[in-house]
């Protein structure tokens, strides 16, 4: 394992999710800028963001992902023949970081393909945004740089038609809309 150095301590800690206040207010630093990548970019977040570190929205290398805290499980997937093991941040790790409680995603991947997937699916045990595979980090070539995975063995109710169609790899982007502007577009 990496040595902690108090970089990547603090780097860390301004990840961790932050409280809102009892009246449904975002906290000031709830509202604060998140820090700004170091490598490439992995995962573009757009969207009236309460929490943002880009002109877009927020923008994420492998390392604020990490950050975040990484879950792991072993679940077959109609994909593959054989259950494998994920590992990456769980949807509600970023969903609390970015100070979001409500609206939707538009999930986007490499080649354009897209698939809504509303904020209310970040829960704790639920999807994760996986960055490895067996311990192999994803490629673009293998499905990467993320891929939003269930945990399809351990919660039946995510062997669904829904929960498959959700599961988009090659992620890179997701473009939130909060429910007042979803509102306003129909």
Known sequence: MPELTRR??????SLLPLPLHA?????AEAAAALPHPEGDVILTVTGALPRRN???????????L???GEVEFTSGTPWSGQPQRFRGPSLHSLVTTLGLS?????????ND??????????VPGGPILAMEIDGQVLSLRERGPLWLIYPFDEV???RSEVSYIRSIWQLTR???????AEGQAG
């Open 8 to 13: 990547s301590l603090i780097l860390g800690m």
């Open 23 to 27: 009246a449904g207010g975002k906290s």
């Open 54 to 64: 880009s002109a877009e929205g927020a923008v994420f290398d492998r390392a604020m």
């Open 66 to 68: 990490k950050a975040m």
């Open 102 to 110: 409500d609206g939707n995603f538009t999930a986007r991947a490499v």
């Open 113 to 122: 393909y897209s698939i809504p997937v509303p904020v209310s699916e970040g």
């Open 156 to 158: 039946p109710a995510y």
């Open 174 to 180: 997701l473009e939130w809309q909060s429910p007042s």
